[in-house]
Structures are given as structure tokens and as C-alpha cells.
């Protein structure tokens, strides 16, 4: 039956849609204008202004009068009593008409096979996941099964790119109409499109999200340079388009909040404000997201709840995802508060359904309605530019507009038509209407006339509210109705006729009642409980059900604290810098003055301000160093944590990829390090490649973010590496990436070299035709001694390799790291003048470490090199006190020498001795008390602080962990509670650690712990 | 001390390129006597300024004084520690030379997951470089076991000081190694969610465990067959008691499995890994269930456990009454390590002497050889080192005299003959 009404309408739409002007027509043209004129509803123009009891006309599409007073005769009246009517939604970040993606996004594997160049034929860019020179209009076809379901959500226009690549090239703007593409699109190329996902692309480059961050810096000035089109490039097509697409809105996906910055950050080097897409956990940190001055796309695609039942399984659940799944309702909101503005989208939700339930829980979450309605119509619009056709309401703007039983946001709110350029899509329509409200049913039956108050939930259930009545069965399809009812008995069963079925239910005989939906009344006949024939009418008294609509019923629930990080280690309030007096420790000073006993050491303002016995200082906080040990914190030269990638391994000389682009301040090992004295860590890149990528220094400012935690005013390195890892001895399908040797190692650097220094000279010639080169920039660095090598090495050719390269183009390496021969040729490396970092005692992993002894670093600290202990490894660097430890075993050491090994000498190896690496006045108050000689393994920190604020207390912890645990129980039951109440609930997802490494060592790391390339 | 060391050094390595010539010690010939030393007996005791007296390979005596024999060679240990040989109680040493891109130099992982006839003791390599760096750090005894993808065969107990496997071969057979599935939900990713349930799936292959012991123990209950099969052959002392099953197990439910194998086919289990014994320590009590826990020196499972967790894991089994041993396991430092990691249980929970026991008389038990080993004790096998400082702490633990079965080895190893070679080269 439904079908046979709904033909006739999409048998309509579709032949308006085919008079078209060009397009011949096969039989009669019926050419029509659309005249309708909307009347008696409550008109949303905007979210500042509504006409009440307004009147809107519509003709060939567009709108063309709101307001009051009378329809025009030629319009067709659709009265809209009791209704609303608001701009049509808008969608900026849909797929909308776009082929997928041809194959799921792969991810540099170390072992994986490797593709050096693009695969995409034509006049392309040379990576693969450029694809600027993607138009979407060029690809789009409309697609009724998916306009459908955003039609019904209330959307009428949306944005639409293929997400696909890092640059994506450009998205059109198109109406959701069933309609000839030709007639649907409103703005070919609206917006620009970026991501850090290089999606389909085969290419091997960029395999790191640093690698995705050097590849848009360089291809900006790769298309700077192309406008003066260089003969060396020939025509790149993909450079045209991202100089052309240049002027349009500039959108980046780029799905979290830590890559929200990121990418802003990319956009300030280049004077482009991005347009950008979150990842629902902006909220975290929505200070610094606000200072990006950006304009968000957010989804409401919260996080479900995940079947917690289990305790077994629950237990792997990190409280930062409990916490996020409570929290992340409140990001839209989070942000309208902080006044960053923002436009909402569909995209990633899972199923569409939830699209209008999570808006709602959104503004449970503090959201107000007002904010909602502006991120849905006008400010898409704005933002797009295309605010004159869509947005708002106002005549000479297209007829896109959704008409609604109520408050569009209201739970019970109906969303009855979208109209888009002024063709009627039904969605709850009077057709299909989905029915809500207080009715009164009159039946007339012989002799009497009885009244009911019936209320109706919707098309399936209603309620007659009587005393007297018992059970309602009822069924509407919005045209015909039906309902049939019970009554308690009047009186028994007839005497003698024996009913079993009605005295079990004690039920009387059932009314039943069918009609026609007339709109505001039904109307029709039955049988009533005797069998007699009856008529009957239900007028309806009050739209919607009653009872508390819970989006205005805004409950505050208790909801979990924000921390910095967000983790359950993190805090409220980042720890402050303080005045703290040390009283009466045993200070290890690794300076001249040795080790003082019974010595007060005085911190103001985040250094060292005064050493000595008896110090006081008012207002100080005074922690009891009598029988405790204080000296620097430790300084790891060779670490992997805090850092989203580590290894750009897709080419042999990356150093365009920085650490730094990609730190991740979240990483629970900062702590975990802080609470082993670890001050200072050097992120260095991986060692997939021989000249990796440049590093990071960072000091361990446990909820600082990613630059915060730079150690601000250091000298720039780079990780350079020779041997096993980057010939890919461990491949198991065999390496085809140059170099598969030593010899060929020291050719990749030779020609790197040269090639900088002719770089170098080319540019200092002026010539337009230089290439800017990101690569050869770092070179030209370590060339000029502005940036500094530390090489993962590990046997004694490759050692005097890396040295006579270094002496051949007249630079010094200033660190080998791992350097396990480095006894061998330790007189070689101290003519040459390099810092050293090993580790204690780690050997036979693999072929090049036979050799490995450790009595390595004895032997080098006795030939007179600065020689560093290092970790490489997320565990062991909070022990690393215990690895100096070591040297003194191996090789008899002295306790001030092997302790430096892991302080002061990394200091002077990273060029930062100055600052840090000795208890000096004047020095950065980076220190950690500990509870007996740190170089013992009884030895705990019992604070570490960085620059004079305390991040790690022993007792703190304690309390931390109290926290954790009662924190976890309270959002387990809530998401218990959450499930047993209805909410879709997912299998449970242990939440991973993952942990990064130069690819050479797999250390324990519980049994959550996944290799970073995994994810 | 530093220079009796290096005087110790000179002589291992006089005129030494390479590890061939650190030659197994001869059979004990005469008395040894240790005097004057602090006695850690691995048991909890410490007898100060004692005496061992070794005999035969075997303890003869232990007394509070200083003893004297005629002709006995008499070693003054005086301000030395004086400790029960350390034992590794779960490795691949001898199995695995070069840890990556060297296939040839590894026999530690078989293909197949039903191996119980695998035998680890026949691949067993006395001249692997690695053994003697174990024993210059105080380890004397290991348990060899089988890796592989599920039953992957059995352990035994070798001492490092051999010409070959055969000699070696301090208990044959010992053990029978399980590895359990990993029975985790699929971890939160960005990816799509994998087809299959990793639980669901870990189970099928635990029931389908099941079956095989349930046939392998009627088969060993047969009183004649047909055709022998030598799977079931192997299991055959499982079943006797013969033989503990090591389960390598870390969470909870992988435990309770194991826990459950134990009752339902009545065999001794021991917990290898055990990263969360310490949830179900009084479960792993109440079940006499003993645990190795693998490598201290962890992170913690998950970003919200105490971040000491690993490391105060063994006071929490020792408070719940639960045996356990320590195992370093941890590749990159090849094992020498295991000392100090009971150095971390003792700065996080248990006393020197009970985190010594860990490491000596407890693994004995645990791995069956108590009888012989794990402690200084009258009638043990002279398995002894004495270090000139607290042992478990790096910055003291140097080794000057090891013995086993009475045998004084050579502390000489690879490493310690480079370092001689380039002191040399630099006239260090």
C-alpha cells in the first residue's frame, strides 16, 4: 500500500528532474514552477531570526518571499500548522558521490616490500598521495541511496572530496536533490583538501606521520617553485592544481587533536588557515586548540561503550578511553565555549541513525541549540562561501528547508519534509507520518457515545488512557489507521458460555476500531466489544508525548576531571615551578666540588640558586635530603618514546623528516621515566635508513604538550645509521633498496654530501631554477656545523667510514650511538673527535653485535672519549642509573665517571652542558633525590623534578594510583549501567601501548604492548 | 679487588684470541675449601665468616668457621659473598646464537604445534658463545626449553661448564613446554576489527588440547598398542609426574586455564611469564601452582598498573605463600642479568636473602633438581660462587670464583678475551 502512494511522487520527481534544458525530452514536456507556499509555520530564517506563523513562497526552486499575510494564487498551499521550518542542513565533509577508495590504506612495514616512485600514469606529482590534481566534480554522480539518509538526518547540501591521499585535491559542492548532476551542483571547486593519510597510495614515502608532514612542506615549495616552471620538472599536472586550488578553502583532515596542531602549524609556515577536521578528543586540550585560530569540522561520532562485563576483559580497558568515552560528548560543546567556531558533520558515524541522538547528547553536554543550528546552516556556508544559496532562508536563496513537527533539536521533534531546491522529499510526511500526540477518541455506537483519551508514541504504539481500558494494539502507515482496544469486564462471562481465553486474561472483548489519518483527525468505523457496528473519531489534542524531553532536561552528570595528559597519571593542574630547599642530602654535584654531604641545595624559579650547609629561604618548600642522595637528572641520549612515528624508512636519506613534527606528549613512558630520574631525553629517529631523519631533545614536562616538552634553545641533530638496518639484513623477502652493503652505505652518504654541497653552492648563485629541498637543507646544516650527527653504528669499518666521509666534506660526527666497537678503534674516534653513547651491556642480537663487549664504554671513557649510556628502550631508561652502574663492574669505572655517563656526558654530547648534567648555580634545577647511592640498585627516585617543578613524587604516586582505581570502578559501572540501559555497546577493546623503537630490539613491554609500525 | 680482577683476567685470557681455548674444567681432584666467607645458603640463611668444604663435586660440609684439611686447596673468601650457583630457569641458551638475520645460527623454534616429542637437550650447543658469559656473572645452571607455536616438546636442565650436550645434561627431560594462546580481545585500533575473536578462537585450541592429553593419557594407560606414537610416548612422564608442564601464561584467564589443565589431568603445572600472577596469587597458592616470572625488568601490562608493578610482583606471590622463581629472558642482554633482577624484587618487597632464593633454591625446586641444587647445603652439588660483593647489585657483583659439581671453570669469555685483546692494543 505504501508503495503504491509513494510511486506516483518519485515517478514525479524523477521527470522534473529530466526537464532539463539541453537534454531532449521523450514524450510531452511538463514543464512546471514550483509555486508552494508554506503557511502558518514557525520559519527559522536563521539562528537570530524566526517569523512566527509565517508564510513562505517557493517558485522554481528558490525561495522567494518570508512572511506574513496570504498565499498567491498560483501557489499550491502547504499548510504548515504547528510546524517548523529551517534551512536545509549542510555537510562539509561527505563523500557523497564519490567512487571509494580503491584498496585499504597500507602502512610502511620495515619488512615490507618497497615502492620508490608513483605508479599513477600521466603528468603527475612523484608521490603518489599528492593528488591535487583530483577534481570531485569530475568524479561525482548523485547516488540517491546515499543521498536518502542524509536527506532524512535534514541535510540538503553537502561538500564532497574523495578522502583519498595527503593532498586530495579539490571537493564540489552539490545539492542532495534527485536530480541531474548538471542541476545539483551549486560550486565546482569550493575547497581544498589535505590529511596526513596517504590512503591508496602504494608508494612506500611517507610511511610516518613525520614523513606526511615533510612531504606537504615540501611539496608547498615544490609548487612554489614550480610557477616558474622549471624546465627540470616538465608539466606536473598535480602542482598546477595545488597552485591553483591555492585561493579556495584549505580543509585538513586531521582526526586528533595533537594533529590538529600539527597541521595548523604546517599551515603557519605556509600563510594558509586550514579548515580543520577533529578527531573528538579536542576537548583534552582545547586551549591550545583554540590558539590555532582555526575553523573545525567535528563528527559526532562518540565513542560506544564496550561491554565491560567481563573483569577479565575489562581490565585491559585504559582509563584514558573510559574517561574519553564519558567525555566526548562534551567536545562540541567544549568548543563553543572557547568560542573556536566549527561546523558538525556526518561523517564517521558509524550508522547515520545516531547522527540526531548524539547531537542531543551534545547538548545534554552543554551545547547550545543555538551553536548546533549555526554549525549546521550558516556557518558551512560561510565558510564554503556560499551563503547567498544556502544557510538560511531569504528570498532569492534556493528552497532548502526541512520541515519539522517541533524544535528541530527536540527528542520528540518529527522531522517531517526536507525540501532541496524546491523538489518535496518525504520523510516522516503526512503520507508517512510518523505520529506522536494526545488524541480524543469518540465512539459512537449504538445508544451510546464513549470518549477515551488516547495517546500515541508512534506508529506502532499508543496507549488508551482510560481506567478502564486494558491493552491498545495499534498501527497507523500514516495514511490508514488501526486500533483496537479492551475494556475490564463490566459484568462476568455470560452464565453457562465458559470462555477459558477470557477469563485467563480477564480481559473483555476487544473494540476495534480502523480509519483514515485526515491529518489532525482520523476517522472511521468498527466493532465494539458486543460486535455492534460503531463510527469513530480521533481529534488530535496535543502534538508529541508527554513526559520530559531529555534534551532540555539537561542533567549535569558527573563526569570525570580533565587531566593533563589524559591519562590516568596525568593531573588536574600541571605541576608548578617552586621554590624548594633540599635540606641535608648527600649532593652529587659532577662538578669539581664532587660529592658534598650534609649539603642544602636551594631551587627558585626553575634553576639552581644555591649549594651549601644550613641555607633557609622563606616561603620554600623544604624537602628532608638527610640520608638521600640528590643529583642531576638523568639524560637518556638515545631514546624512541613520546614520539607518534620513529622511522621514515622509505627512502635511504630522509633527513627532511623531523621528530619533532610528530612528539606525543601523551606517552605514559614519561612518567614512568620521570619516576627512574629521567630529565632529558633525546628522540631520536629510527634506524630503518642511513641518513634518518632530525631529532628532538625534550625535557620530560610530564602533561606539558608536544612544545612544551622541547628543550627550547638546543643545539639541532640528526639521526644518521650504517650496518644492519639500513642494508634491511632482517628482510626476510630480501632488501631492493641501494644500499645492500657497507660499501654501498658509504656511497648513499658520499653522494648525499655532494649533493648538499652542490646544492649549497647552486643556491648561493641565486639561480630561480634551485629546487628548495628540505633534504639537502639539513645537509647543508650539518655541512655549515649548524646541525649535529649522532650515528647508530655498531662495527669498526663503518665507524671509520662514517669518519672519513665526515673528514672528506670537512664536518665533525658528534656522536656514535650504540657504537658497540667502538673499542676498536676508540684512538680513531678521539682523533676525530666524536662523543660516544653505548649501551652496557646488550650484545649477539645480531650478527654486527658478536662483538659486542661490555667493557665498551671502560675502554673508551679510559682513551679519553666523552662517553654516554644510553637506553633505546622505553623500559630500561628508568634504570638507566643502574647501566651506568654497570661500568664499573665492567671495567672498574669510577662511581663519579659512571654516573656522569648518563648525565653530564650526554649534556656535553647534545651541546647542552651548559644547562643541564651538574649541580651548578646558574643550571636548570633538573635534579632527583634519591633513596640511596643512585648508582645502587636499591636506589629509588623519590622525586624528579625538571626545572625546578616537581613531575614525579614517590608519595604522589601512591595516591595516583588510588585515583586510577577508584576512577576505573566508577566508569566501568557507568558504562555497565550505560549498556544495561539500552546504549550499544561494542566488544571490549584493550586499550594498546604502543611503544616505538629503532627496529633493532624487542624489549618486554607487558603483553599490551604493540610495535608502533602495527598501527 | 680490581686488581685481583684484572690479575684474573690475564690469566684466562693469556695469549687467547677467541673463546676455543676457555677449556671445560677437569672432574674435581682433592678437598676445596672455601673459608672465611658470608655464606648465603639460598635458603634464607647467612652464616658470616663461614666455611664450605667440597668433596667429590658434593658439599661436604658448611660450618661457622674457617676449616682446615691437609691438602685441601684452601680459598680464603674472606669479605666475599659466598652464594648457591644461580640458576635460569626458562632460556634458549644454546639455542639461539645470533638473536636476528643469522637463521642458521638458531635452533630454539620448530614448526608444528603439537611437538611433545621435541626435544630441546639434543640441539644444545656447549661451545655457544653466550654460556660463559652467564657463568662469569654467577649462573651455572639453565633450563633449555623449546620455543614453538604450542606444545612445543621438552626442557632440561643442563650445566654451563661442558664439552658437549651429553655431558652437560644436568636433568634430561624435566619439563614439557606449553604456550597458550593469547586469549585477549582484539586490541583497539584503527584498522577494522578483526573477523575472528582471539578469546574464542585461543579456547578452540585449548579444548582441543584437551583431546590430545585426554588420548595421550589413555594411551599411556594402554596395556598394549600397535603402532607406537611418539607424541603421546612423550607425554607419557607428564602424566607419571615425571615432568611439570611450564604454560607460558600471562593474564588472568590464560592462568586460570592453565590452572584448569593441572586439575583436569591431574599433572604438575608451573606459570612461565605470570606478568599478572600477581591478580590470582592466592589462587596460584591454594593450587600449588609455582610461577617463573619472566623478565622484572618490564613495563608494566597496562598504562594505568602501578608503574613498578613487574618489579614488586614477587613480594606479592611471596606474601601469598606462592614459589616462584625469576628468569631473565630478556634477549638483547643474553640472560646475564638474572642476578640483578632479583636485586630490583629485593629494592621493591622481599629481603636479599628471600630475592637470592628466587634465584637459586626456589627455581631448583621449581624445576625439579633441588635434590641436587639451589642451595649450600651438606650433600648438594658443589655449585658455588662467590662473588667479592653483593651480587644482586650491579655495582658490587664481581664474580671471582664459580664451581660447579665441585669443578672450578674458568670465568674466562669471549667478551673478557676482547677486552684483554684491545687493553692490549691501547696499553690500558
Not at chain 1, 570531485?136 to 572530496?161: I, N, W, Y
Not at chain 1, 465512539?443 to 486494558?470: C, F, H, I, M
Not at chain 1, 639500513?726 to 628482510?731: E, H, N
Amino acid at each position: 500500500m505504501k508503495k503504491l502512494i509513494l510511486l506516483p511522487l518519485s515517478w514525479l520527481l524523477v521527470f522534473m528532474a529530466a526537464a532539463q534544458v539541453s537534454f531532449p525530452v521523450n514524450g510531452v514536456a511538463d514543464p512546471r514552477t514550483g509555486v508552494f507556499a508554506f503557511t502558518n509555520a514557525t520559519i527559522v530564517k536563521d539562528v537570530n531570526t524566526t517569523v512566527q506563523n509565517g508564510i513562505m513562497v517557493i517558485k522554481e526552486g528558490k525561495i522567494v518571499s518570508i512572511g506574513t499575510g496570504a498565499a498567491p494564487k498560483d501557489a499550491v498551499v502547504v499548510d504548515c500548522k504547528g510546524s517548523y521550518i529551517y534551512p536545509s542542513l549542510i555537510d562539509v565533509y561527505s563523500d557523497y558521490g564519490m567512487t571509494a577508495s580503491q584498496r585499504p590504506a597500507g602502512n610502511f612495514s620495515f619488512f615490507g616490500p618497497q615502492q620508490f616512485t608513483s605508479t599513477t600514469k600521466g603528468p603527475y606529482n612523484w608521490n603518489q598521495a599528492i593528488r591535487s590534481e583530483i577534481n570531485a566534480v569530475d568524479l561525482f554522480s548523485t547516488d540517491e541511496s546515499k543521498a536518502q539518509p542524509l536527506r532524512e538526518l535534514g541535510f540538503g547540501t553537502v561538500l564532497s572530496h574523495q578522502k583519498d591521499g595527503i593532498a586530495r585535491g579539490t571537493g564540489v559542492v552539490a545539492t542532495l536533490a534527485k536530480k541531474k548532476e548538471n542541476l545539483t551542483i551549486l560550486k565546482d571547486k569550493a575547497a581544498a583538501f589535505y590529511s596526513f593519510s596517504k590512503g591508496t597510495s602504494t608508494q612506500s614515502y611517507p610511511g610516518s606521520m613525520m614523513g606526511a608532514v615533510a612531504l606537504l612542506r615540501q611539496t608547498y615549495l615544490d609548487a612554489q617553485w614550480y610557477k616558474s616552471r622549471p624546465a627540470k620538472e616538465g608539466v606536473n599536472r598535480s602542482l598546477e592544481a595545488w597552485n591553483e586550488d591555492q585561493p579556495l578553502p584549505q580543509i585538513f583532515e586531521a582526526n586528533d587533536k595533537w594533529s590538529d596542531l600539527r597541521a595548523d602549524r604546517i599551515g603557519d609556515e605556509f600563510g594558509v588557515q586550514y579548515i580543520i577536521k577533529g578527531g573528538g578528543n579536542e576537548y583534552q586540550r582545547i586551549k591550545e586548540i583554540a590558539a590555532t585560530k582555526a575553523p573545525f569540522i567535528l563528527s559526532l561520532n562518540f565513542p560506544e561503550a564496550q561491554k565491560v562485563d567481563d573483569p577479565a576483559d575489562a581490565r585491559f580497558v585504559a582509563l584514558s578511553d573510559l574517561e574519553h568515552w564519558e567525555l566526548a560528548p562534551g567536545n562540541l560543546a567544549a568548543f563553543e565555549k572557547a568560542k573556536i567556531p566549527f561546523v558538525i558533520t556526518a561523517a564517521d558515524l558509524k550508522d547515520s541513525k545516531s547522527f540526531w541522538p548524539n547531537l542531543r547528547k551534545a547538548l545534554q553536554y552543554g551545547l547550545s541549540e543555538k551553536a548546533a543550528l549555526e554549525a549546521l546552516t550558516a556557518t558551512p556556508a560561510a565558510l564554503l562561501k556560499i551563503s547567498d544559496k544556502v544557510g538560511s532562508l531569504a528570498p532569492g536563496k534556493l528552497a532548502n528547508f526541512i520541515i519539522t513537527s517541533g524544535n528541530l533539536f527536540s527528542e520528540k521533534t518529527v522531522l517531517i519534509e526536507n525540501w532541496i531546491q524546491g523538489d518535496r522529499y518525504d520523510i516522516n510526511s503526512r503520507i508517512n507520518n510518523e505520529k506522536s500526540g494526545q488524541y480524543q477518541l469518540v465512539v459512537t455506537g449504538p445508544g451510546a457515545t464513549r470518549q477515551y483519551n488516547l495517546e500515541v508514541k508512534n506508529n506502532s504504539q499508543a496507549t488508551v488512557k482510560d481506567k478502564d481500558a486494558l491493552t491498545t494494539k495499534f498501527n497507523s502507515d500514516g495514511s490508514l489507521v488501526a486500533l483496537s482496544f479492551s475494556l475490564k469486564p463490566a459484568d462476568k462471562a455470560p452464565a453457562g458460555k465458559k470462555d477459558s481465553v477470557f477469563e485467563k486474561t480477564q480481559a473483555g472483548y476487544l473494540i476495534r476500531l480502523s480509519g483514515i489519518d485526515y491529518g489532525t483527525t482520523w476517522q472511521g468505523v468498527g466493532t465494539d466489544e458486543k460486535g455492534a457496528a460503531v463510527s469513530w473519531v480521533a481529534t488530535l489534542v496535543k502534538n508529541g508525548v508527554t513526559g520530559k524531553d531529555s534534551a532540555q532536561a539537561k542533567n549535569n552528570p558527573p563526569l570525570g576531571k580533565i587531566v593533563y595528559p589524559f591519562d590516568g597519571y596525568g593531573n588536574e593542574q600541571l605541576p608548578q615551578q617552586e621554590t624548594i630547599l633540599i635540606k641535608d642530602a648527600t649532593v652529587w654535584t659532577n662538578e669539581a666540588a664532587g660529592r658534598l654531604e650534609h649539603t642544602d641545595v636551594l631551587v627558585k624559579a626553575g634553576k639552581i640558586a644555591q649549594i651549601g650547609k644550613g641555607l633557609s629561604a622563606s616561603g620554600a618548600r623544604v624537602i628532608d635530603g638527610s640520608g638521600k642522595y640528590l643529583t642531576p637528572g638523568i639524560i637518556d641520549e638515545h631514546s624512541h618514546i613520546a614520539a607518534f612515528s620513529i622511522n621514515e624508512g622509505a627512502q635511504s636519506v630522509t633527513s627532511e623528516v623531523r621528530i619533532g613534527d610528530n612528539l606525543n606528549p601523551e606517552d605514559i613512558n614519561i612518567y614512568r621515566q620521570l619516576s627512574g630520574g629521567v630529565t632529558t631525553s633525546h628522540i631520536l629517529h629510527g634506524s630503518a635508513n642511513t641518513i634518518g631523519g632530525q631529532t628532538q631533545l625534550i625535557k620530560l614536562r610530564w602533561g606539558a604538550d608536544d612544545e612544551g616538552l622541547k628543550f627550547k634553545g638546543a643545539d639541532p641533530f640528526i639521526k644518521f645509521a650504517l650496518g644492519e638496518n639500513v642494508k634491511r639484513t632482517a628482510q626476510p623477502m630480501g632488501n631492493t633498496r641501494y644500499p645492500d652493503t657497507r660499501m654501498g652505505v658509504y656511497e648513499v652518504l658520499n653522494d648525499a654530501f655532494q649533493r648538499a654541497r652542490d646544492y649549497e653552492k647552486a643556491l648561493k648563485s641565486g639561480s630561480k631554477e634551485v629546487r628548495r629541498d628540505l633534504e639537502l637543507d639539513a645537509l647543508v646544516e650539518i655541512l655549515n656545523k649548524k646541525r649535529f650527527i649522532t650515528c647508530h653504528s655498531y662495527v669498526q669499518s663503518e665507524i671509520l667510514g662514517l669518519i672519513n666521509i665526515a673528514e672528506k666534506y670537512g664536518f665533525k660526527v658528534n656522536t656514535f650511538t650504540h657504537i658497540l666497537e667502538g673499542y676498536k678503534v676508540a684512538d680513531r674516534i678521539k682523533q676525530h673527535g666524536s662523543n660516544v653513547s653505548t649501551f652496557s651491556d646488550w650484545w649477539a642480537y645480531k650478527n654486527e653485535v658478536r662483538d659486542a663487549i661490555p667493557y665498551n664504554a671502560a675502554i673508551m671513557q679510559k682513551m679519553g672519549l666523552n662517553v654516554c649510556i644510553n637506553s633505546d628502550d622505553a623500559e630500561m631508561a628508568r634504570r638507566l642509573n643502574q647501566e651506568a652502574a654497570k661500568t664499573i663492574k665492567y671495567g672498574g669505572v669510577t662511581e663519579d665517571e659512571a654516573f656522569k655517563m648518563v648525565t653530564l656526558n650526554p649534556a656535553k654530547a647534545l651541546h647542552v652542558e651548559d644547562r643541564v648534567g651538574s649541580i651548578k648555580i646558574g643550571k636548570d634545577a633538573d635534579l632527583v633525590l634519591w633513596s640511596n647511592n643512585p648508582l645502587s640498585i636499591y636506589a629509588q627516585a623519590l622525586y624528579t623534578m625538571v626545572d625546578g617543578t616537581i613531575y614525579f613524587d614517590r608519595e604522589q604516586d601512591k595516591q595516583k594510583q588510588a585515583h586510577i582505581a577508584t576512577e576505573r570502578n566508577r566508569l566501568i559501572q557507568k558504562m555497565l549501567a550505560a549498556a544495561k540501559g539500552g546504549a550499544p555497546a561494542v566488544a571490549v577493546k584493550p586499550t594498546p601501548q604502543v611503544v616505538l623503537h629503532c627496529e633493532d630490539y624487542e624489549h618486554a613491554g607487558g603483553v599490551l604492548t604493540v610495535d608502533g609500525f602495527d598501527l | 679487588m680490581k686488581l685481583a680482577f684484572y690479575i684474573l683476567f690475564f690469566f684466562c685470557s693469556l695469549a687467547a684470541a677467541a673463546q676455543d681455548d676457555i677449556y671445560p674444567a677437569k672432574k674435581q681432584e682433592g678437598v676445596i675449601i672455601i673459608n672465611n666467607g658470608i655464606i648465603h645458603t639460598g635458603k634464607g640463611a647467612v652464616i658470616q665468616n663461614g666455611s664450605v668444604v667440597i668433596r667429590d663435586g658434593k658439599i661436604q660440609k658448611v660450618s661457622e668457621q674457617p676449616e682446615t684439611i691437609s691438602g685441601a686447596t684452601v680459598i680464603d673468601a674472606s669479605g666475599k659473598n659466598v652464594y648457591p650457583g644461580l640458576i635460569l630457569p626458562s632460556t634458549d641458551l644454546g639455542l639461539r646464537e645470533i638473536g636476528s638475520g643469522v637463521r642458521g645460527s638458531n635452533d630454539y623454534y620448530e614448526l608444528g604445534e603439537y611437538n611433545p616429542d621435541v626435544r630441546s637437550i639434543v640441539a644444545y650447543n656447549t661451545d655457544s658463545r653466550i654460556i660463559n658469559t652467564l657463568r662469569s656473572n654467577g649462573i651455572l645452571l639453565a633450563n633449555v626449553i623449546p620455543n614453538g607455536r604450542f606444545l612445543t616438546g621438552s626442557s632440561s636442565v643442563v650445566q654451563l661448564d661442558a664439552w658437549t650436550w651429553e655431558d652437560a645434561l644436568y636433568k634430561a627431560d624435566n619439563g614439557m613446554v606449553l604456550n597458550m594462546p593469547e586469549l585477549i580481545k582484539p586490541l583497539r585500533s584503527y584498522g577494522p576489527a578483526p573477523a575472528t575473536d582471539p578469546v574464542k578462537e585461543g579456547m578452540k585450541k585449548v579444548e582441543e588440547l584437551k583431546s590430545f592429553f585426554a588420548e595421550a593419557k589413555a594411551y599411556a594407560n594402554a596395556s598394549s598398542k600397535q603402532e607406537t606414537n611418539l607424541k603421546f610416548e612423550a607425554l607419557r612422564p607428564l602424566f607419571e609426574k615425571k615432568q611439570k608442564l611450564f604454560v607460558t601464561a600471562d593474564i588472568s584467564r590464560q592462568i586460570l586455564v592453565a590452572i584448569d589443565l593441572a586439575k583436569t589431568f591431574d599433572i604438575n603445572v608451573v606459570i612461565v611469564g605470570g606478568s599478572d600472577s600477581y591478580l590470582l596469587a592466592d589462587l596460584l597458592k591454594q593450587n600449588n601452582i609455582p610461577v617463573i616470572l619472566n623478565a622484572l625488568h618490564a613495563l608494566p601490562t597496562l598504562e594505568d598498573d602501578a608503574i613498578d608493578q613487574p618489579f614488586k610482583t614477587p613480594a606479592i606471590l611471596k606474601k601469598a605463600g606462592v614459589l616462584f622463581a625469576l628468569n631473565d629472558d630478556f634477549a638483547e642482554a643474553r640472560y646475564r642479568n638474572l642476578a640483578f633482577l632479583a636485586g630490583t624484587a629485593s629494592a621493591y618487597g622481599l629481603s636479599k636473602e628471600e630475592a637470592l632464593q628466587a634465584i637459586t633454591a626456589d627455581a631448583a625446586r621449581i624445576l625439579g633438581v633441588d635434590d641436587r641444587a639451589g642451595s649450600i647445603e651438606v650433600g648438594k652439588d658443589a655449585n658455588i660462587v662467590i662473588s667479592s660483593g653483593d651480587i644482586l647489585d650491579m655495582d658490587k657483583s664481581i664474580v671471582t670464583d664459580a664451581f660447579i659439581q665441585g669443578r672450578k671453570i674458568n670465568l674466562a669469555n669471549k667478551q673478557t678475551q676482547l677486552y684483554h685483546r684491545y687493553r692490549e692494543k691501547y696499553k690500558l
